[in-house]
């Protein structure tokens, strides 16, 4: 008899892999739920009706929770075809597959799409679904209920609750319907915990890291490994039709240089939808900023704003301390505000309150 999910935590607890967490146990038994039903076999005949298809789960709450452990751990013991991927990377797959099947002289280009899919798998897991793309907020309407009519079932997380998916988005209204389906859908639930992990990990440690010396490089390298296990792999993000690059990115963390997104055309759109798609960033050579590289020091500006407002938590490495940043050319008193929310954003504890 297949081991249930719960006695698997258990055993991971005893042996000293996990800590309890009794908000985590608490959600346990509906992923135990899922992968029951879907182990169930399918008796087959000609006048035999498929059987419904379990509810999916919408496991939402702040960063650090465990909720992709818990992710991992449930698709790693189920036996159907699953496919667990960020949601981002997910959505980007669609548009190039839809852009082929168009390519094509496909009509309707995302139903060969949703049926490649279908094809494939029992079960989607994605993990931090947020929309912050009107390209995106109209597709997956359409693309979810084509996966839900053919029996596929959705596990996802999310930092943020259904109702504020693409929030303050352009013609939101169009995209209600998908949160009435997703509530339809899957079992909507809220994971509270006293503990944050990801913050556990960098409370009481520096975070800001100057000079942007040998010794910076190999500190960023430590919280890097510490966050991600050393994983990694790019993150598109599709903001009013351009593509912006994180190059490296891993369960909410990016890693970025200063040049990658400052030195570049970026603007306040782009630097919004980052802070949406990351909990942690992590800011490599942030430079001596002033007339040379005036347009640079706005974007930096920008970009903070974002990161700030949004409660991102900024590992950084920089030429100098926030105070010395900018301290020549037009713009050095407004900078003031800007090194002033560097440092907070420093200060331990900052944004755990947020997910």
Not at 29 to 34: N, T
Not at 38 to 52: D, I, N, S, T, Y
Not at 97 to 112: C, F, N, Q, T, Y
């Amino acid at each position: 008899m297949t081991q249930s999910l719960q006695n698997i935590y258990a055993d991971m607890v005893a042996k000293g892999e996990i800590h309890a967490d009794p908000a985590q146990e608490a959600v346990m038994p509906e992923f135990e739920r899922i992968r029951a039903e879907l182990a169930k076999p399918v008796k087959k005949g000609l006048f035999r009706k498929a059987p419904e298809p379990p509810k999916g789960l919408y496991l939402w709450g702040g960063v650090g929770r465990g909720k992709s452990m818990l992710m991992d751990m449930f698709v790693s013991h189920l036996d159907v075809p699953a496919r667990r991927v960020h949601f981002h990377a997910f959505m980007q797959e669609i548009h190039a597959a839809m852009h082929k099947a168009r390519a094509d002289g496909v009509e309707d280009a995302l139903k060969p799409v949703a049926k490649s899919i279908i094809d494939e798998v029992k079960l989607l897991a994605f993990d931090e679904m947020q929309i912050t793309d009107i390209t995106d907020a109209m597709i997956v309407g359409r693309l979810f209920q084509m996966l839900f009519d053919a029996g596929v079932v959705v596990v996802t997380t999310s930092n943020r609750v259904p109702d504020d998916l693409y929030k303050n988005g352009l013609n939101r209204q169009l995209f209600l319907p998908f949160i009435a389906m997703i509530k339809e859908k899957l079992v909507v639930w809220e994971m509270v915990s006293p503990r944050d992990y990801r913050q556990n990990r960098l409370a009481g440690n520096p975070s800001y890291f100057y000079p942007a010396d040998a010794d910076a490089r190999s500190e960023i390298a430590s919280i890097w490994q510490d966050l991600t296990g050393g994983k990694s792999s790019a993150l598109h993000l599709t903001v009013k039709g351009r593509t912006v690059e994180l190059p490296d990115f891993h369960n909410g963390v990016a890693k970025v240089r200063f040049h990658d997104l400052c030195g570049k055309p970026l603007g306040p759109a782009d630097y919004l939808a980052i802070a949406e798609a990351v909990r942690v960033l992590i800011l490599q050579d942030i430079p001596i900023l002033g007339r040379s590289n005036f347009n640079e020091a706005k974007r930096f500006v920008t970009l903070i704003d974002a990161l700030y407002e949004a409660k991102v938590r900024l590992i950084a490495s920089a030429a100098d301390r926030p105070e010395m940043l900018y301290v020549e050319g037009d713009g050095v008193f407004e900078f003031e505000r800007t090194a002033s929310r560097l440092r907070e954003m420093q200060s331990e504890g900052w944004g755990q309150s947020e997910g």
